[in-house]
């Protein structure tokens, strides 16, 4: 373990100096002894070969990172959601309660792992708003290697579970390029998505860079959060029994708490009643509990509720039940997350692992979530579109039952996400104010803390992670991997304030910014400024010139509760200035506050994996996100496919599809009978289909969608045809305008993911038949409506 300040003694420095490790792969030396004509020959000696391991003592690494829980949510920080694995790893190990995120998913994961600030690793955003500014690419430079490769590299073994959102889009795909996947990223094993969020009942999993199916379906009891913990012990059990000499790296980021809040019921009924006295009240209530706990101090204020959120009281009665209903789901998503990674610790105990694992359990990589709007939504693919007046409270009251299972896609309202932040002020994407940055972390490190059950109020930053993990494990910072020079990490070791409560914070500066949302800390001081918030999608935003700066002194104010703007202007200013070096430094500007424009690639300067308006798949094909599958919303298309029946056999199964059961479409066959699904939402299904049976044979089957124009969302009539003749036609009389989903992928010859139509449940739709290739045509012209089976051919082969 370092001394207090954070130096290795002089043994350690000599393990850590046996290997020159600042340059890696670890150069092989070549042999320069005798060579000897006969093996026999007594002077015929070579020293065994010595497997790659790290430094003698070297540490096994888990990183827990929970997702879009805020300060205020876990019960080990004084929120309501029990967290009992959280609380006994805090007993024996130490509570930071300044330690700091990005304000959002993607950016934290790239800080976290690169122990460099986002926009440094080209992260300034989630990667679907990528553009070709540096700060914003979603491309990490080779010159700045992630912890887990230079942990491989170094003789760790290395594994990730759950959720990976640094993929950039157009390299998500089946065909890559890998080199931005967990397991080309240092990781020689993974298990999760590769997305932003997942459905828990039905997650579209990766193992490797391979998709695969859930092993079982939620009426035989599935859940992703079971899922992946299951893994994780499969795989740190083989390990220790393989390469028990060995220490491993895990990285273990559940999909939980974000949305969807899927839960099995009896978790979430734990929590019946407990809501009921509001927002407001909760937060009263937690900041009680966290000054008994001492995570905030004696003298801190909690912060008022912005205008902008609603008062409890102002909510009906009657609606009150919903929203409370909303938070029972969420404190349950949140137990049973905990319940898991409580499995996961029994499991390193029990193998003997645990009292020299080095464990960093984040709780949250960002603030609550206020993405769910003012009243929470069932369906989250509703406000994806912008169309909140569908979710009226008549509409949530009569699902009310259903929040949290399968047929739901939920998330809770704002009020909840900004009691979860408790004392602070705001939300995740916030990143001005400690509502959107600052999380509850707990460090559990039997053989090298001596400290148990104490907490430290030391500054820190997600970005400090690795370096406190190479600082362990008695690595030095490499200056050089694969051949390319690297960039030095900018975070700071936490090992100095382990046992030493008193020890002076190391980390006095820390920009912060996202979406225009922006901040400086410096020594206790923050100014902060506020551009937009995250729930109003609609209007523009102001000029960055016309923003409001607050100051505070945090040193005096815990919680950021009194604006010093005013009084001390020249402090301000101060700050100001220091905030534009840091972000010049950084890669933050130009700042992009930019909305429809980032997500569209041409104007953004992003590569697509799909180029023009027609697009080609053939049989077996699958695995693409929305972004791996040519745009056909708010538009005229048609999907053209040549499909081959067997003799004697009644067709059946998923010709191809897009989205799940929070909106998308559907083209298949039932009992013979052709089909087309459009899911709008998951409010309305509407089908299209034959009136004609398909014999067996070669067919060529086409659906197209006349769309009415005059803008976003309207209806469309949809003809079938067979064989270039008319079988069916039918009306849609609304359509989905800017997202299906956020994690279901297309296939052809199969619909994997959450059904969207009883008639083809999961793991029972298979197309019998063959696909030769489908073409789909989004040009929003008229078509043939009989593609030559040349052209089909011609299309299939021009593009391999």
């Not at 004509?37 to 990172?65: G, Q, T």
């Not at 801190?300 to 909303?326: G, M, N, Y």
């Not at 066959?669 to 289909?689: A, E, H, I, P, S």
């Not at 029972?764 to 012209?781: H, L, M, P, Q, S």
Request: hydrophobic share 35%; aromatic share 10%; charged share 20%.
């Amino acid at each position: 373990m370092p001394d207090s300040n954070g130096k290795l003694n002089q043994q350690q420095q000599g393990k850590a100096k046996h290997k020159q490790r600042e340059i890696l792969p670890i150069p092989d030396q070549p042999y320069a002894g005798f060579i000897a004509y006969d093996a026999k020959d007594p002077d015929s000696k070579f020293a065994p070969i010595e497997p790659l391991r790290p430094p003698n003592e070297a540490p096994n690494v888990l990183i827990v990172l929970i997702d879009d829980a805020g300060y205020g949510a876990s019960s080990t920080f004084g929120g309501p959601c029990a967290s009992p694995t959280a609380e006994r790893l805090a007993a024996n190990g130490v509570r930071y309660t300044r330690f700091h995120t990005t304000a959002l998913c993607s950016p934290t994961r790239a800080a976290l792992l690169s122990g460099r600030n986002h926009h440094t690793v080209g992260m300034g955003g989630i990667t679907e708003i990528a553009t070709s500014a540096p700060g914003y690419s979603s491309v990490r430079p080779n010159s700045m290697s992630p912890l887990p490769e230079i942990l491989r590299l170094n003789g760790y073994s290395t594994a990730q579970f759950g959720k990976c959102h640094e993929v950039p889009v157009w390299e998500a795909s089946p065909v890559g390029p890998f080199d931005r996947w967990p397991t080309g990223s240092g990781f020689e094993y993974f298990y999760g998505f590769v997305a932003g969020e997942t459905n828990q009942w039905y997650p579209a999993i990766h193992e490797g860079t391979k998709l695969v199916e859930p092993p079982k379906t939620p009426e035989e009891g599935y859940h992703f959060m079971e899922d992946m913990t299951d893994r994780a012990i499969a795989w740190v059990r083989q390990q220790r029994l393989l390469a028990g000499d060995k220490p491993f790296f895990m990285y273990f980021a559940p999909g939980a708490t974000h949305a969807p809040h899927h839960v099995p019921k009896e978790w979430a009924d734990k929590y019946k009643g407990k809501f009921d006295q509001g927002w407001d009240k909760l937060r009263e209530e937690t900041f009680a509990r966290q000054k008994k706990l001492g995570v905030i101090p004696q003298d801190c204020d909690l912060t008022e509720r912005p205008k902008e959120i609603p008062a409890w009281d102002s909510q009906t009665p009657e609606f009150q039940k919903v929203l409370a209903r909303e938070m029972e789901v969420y404190a349950g998503f949140f137990e049973y997350a905990d319940h898991h990674i409580g499995r996961l610790i029994d499991a390193l105990d029990e193998i003997k692992a645990l009292d020299n694992t080095l464990i960093y359990y984040i709780i949250g990589d960002n603030g609550a979530s206020a993405e769910g709007t003012p009243k929470g939504t069932f369906n989250e693919v509703i406000p994806f579109n912008g169309m909140f007046e569908l979710e009226t409270v008549e509409f949530l009251t009569e699902r009310i039952d259903k929040l949290g299972g399968p047929e739901s896609y939920n998330h809770y309202a704002v009020g909840w996400a900004h009691a979860m932040d408790t004392p602070y002020q705001w939300t995740k994407q916030v990143a001005s104010h400690w509502g959107g940055t600052r999380n509850g972390a707990i460090v559990h490190w039997p053989k090298g803390i001596k400290a148990k059950g104490e907490i430290r109020h030391q500054f820190h930053h997600v970005i400090d992670v690795a370096p406190t993990i190479l600082e362990a494990a008695q690595l030095t910072e490499p200056y050089s991997v694969n051949g390319v020079g690297q960039v030095p990490m900018q975070g700071v070791s936490m090992g100095y304030s382990f046992d030493d409560a008193g020890a002076g914070e190391r980390r006095e500066t820390q920009y912060f910014e996202m979406f225009g949302n922006r901040g400086i800390y410096h020594k206790g001081w923050t100014a902060v400024t506020r551009h937009r918030t995250p729930w109003i999608l609609t209007g523009e935003n102001p000029p960055f010139d016309d923003d409001v700066w607050e100051l505070y002194d945090t040193n005096k104010d815990w919680s950021q509760a009194h604006d010093l703007a005013r009084e001390m202007p020249d402090k301000l200013h101060e700050l100001q200035r220091l905030w534009i070096i840091e972000a010049t430094r950084n890669g933050v500007l130009p700042m992009d506050d930019r909305g429809a424009e980032r997500f569209n690639s041409d104007l953004a300067g992003r590569p697509v994996l799909i180029k023009g308006n027609t697009q080609v798949l053939a049989g077996g094909m699958g695995g693409l996100n929305e972004n791996g599958i040519v745009n056909v919303k708010n538009k005229s298309h048609s999907i053209t496919a040549e499909i081959v029946l067997p003799d004697g056999v009644t067709a059946n199964g998923v010709i191809i599809s897009q989205g799940g059961i929070g909106g998308g479409w559907m083209f298949y066959v039932k009992d013979g009978t052709l089909k087309y699904l459009y899911n709008f939402c998951g409010l309305k299904r509407f089908v299209v289909q034959a009136t004609a049976q398909l014999a067996t044979g070669k067919h060529q089957v086409r659906m197209e969608f006349a769309y009415d124009g005059g803008g976003l969302a309207k209806g469309a009539n949809v003809t079938l045809y067979i064989d270039g003749n008319a079988v069916g036609q039918g009306r849609i009389d609304q359509s989905v305008p800017m997202v299906f989903s956020a994690d279901e992928t297309s296939d052809v010859g199969v619909k994997h993911g959450s059904p969207m139509t009883p008639e083809m449940p999961p793991g029972k739709n298979a197309f019998n038949g063959d696909i030769i290739g489908v073409v789909i045509e989004a040009t929003g012209e008229s078509q043939d409506h009989l593609l030559s089976r040349d052209d089909v051919l011609n299309m299939i082969v021009a593009r391999q």
